[in-house]
């Protein structure tokens, strides 16, 4: 049974960083893409961005480019979320996910999600 537990949310003020990681169990998971999605009070779950197990690099929405950055450690089955420059647009529950398409651009796409972890950024 695949587990993803992610942690280091919290409350920060706008311009503060803050990493999220998640740690997943229950399979292998070198050969899985791993991403983030968050949502906002009253909105739907988005996409943030994910990492294949494949050479090539993270990739993100338009809106957290250049302030977030994805990676993994394939031997700690881990993923993180490393968060500068925070917004207060940025708060909201983020979660961590797992899937076995190797190009994942949308929620839908992913076999599995943690139970999130809340960041919530004050202006």
């Known amino acids: 049974q695949v587990q993803l537990v992610e942690s280091g949310g919290g409350l920060v003020q706008a311009g503060d960083s803050l990493r999220l990681s998640c740690a997943a169990s229950?399979?292998?998971?070198?050969?899985?893409?791993m991403g983030w999605s968050r949502q906002a009070p009253g909105k739907e779950r988005v996409f943030v961005g994910a990492i294949t197990w494949r050479d090539s690099g993270p990739y993100y929405v338009d809106s957290v480019k250049g302030r977030f950055t994805i990676s993994r450690d394939n031997a700690k089955n881990t993923v993180y979320l490393q968060m500068n420059s925070l917004k207060s647009e940025d708060t909201g529950v983020y979660y961590c996910?797992?899937?076995?398409?190797?190009?994942?651009?949308?929620?839908?796409?992913?076999?599995?999600w943690g139970q999130g972890t809340q960041v919530t950024v004050s202006s």
């Open positions: 996910g797992v899937t076995t398409r190797p190009y994942p651009r949308s929620t839908t796409e992913f076999d599995f």
């Open positions: 229950g399979g292998t998971f070198s050969r899985y893409a």
